[in-house]
């Protein structure tokens, strides 16, 4: 059974920086892109970033490009958000998700298997 476990969110300052890792199991995620989204209190879910197979191509959000990083390790199949300069509206909950492919973007249809998510609360 695939199962994606989110870790790494909390309570921070804006300004200040989070990690988020997401480890996967139940089958190998090293041939498939893998991405980050999130949903706000009220608001539809929405694309964060996304990592191709190898991690050599990642595309991001805009309201999130130039400070977010994401990254993978697929000896570990994991994979990491790195968020620095938070914002009070990047407030959500985060959720992982595995491509359907060696590729994936934005759509939220590219992504198979989902994660329950972790909060992320930026306070001002």
């Known amino acids: 059974q695939v199962q994606l476990v989110e870790s790494g969110g909390g309570l921070v300052q804006a300004g200040g920086s989070l990690r988020l890792s997401c480890a996967a199991s139940?089958?190998?995620?090293?041939?498939?892109?893998m991405g980050w989204f999130r949903q706000a209190p009220g608001k539809e879910r929405e694309f964060v970033s996304a990592?191709?197979?190898?991690?050599?191509?990642?595309s991001y959000a805009e309201s999130v490009e130039g400070r977010f990083t994401i990254s993978r390790d697929n000896a570990k199949n994991t994979i990491y958000l790195q968020m620095n300069s938070l914002k009070v509206e990047d407030t959500a909950v985060y959720y992982c998700?595995?491509?359907?492919?060696?590729?994936?973007?934005?759509?939220?249809?590219?992504?198979?298997?989902w994660g329950q998510g972790t909060q992320v609360t930026v306070s001002s």
């Open positions: 990592i191709s197979w190898t991690g050599e191509s990642t």
């Open positions: 998700a595995v491509g359907n492919s060696r590729y994936a973007g934005s759509w939220s249809q590219m992504y198979d298997y």
């Open positions: 139940g089958r190998t995620f090293s041939t498939y892109a």
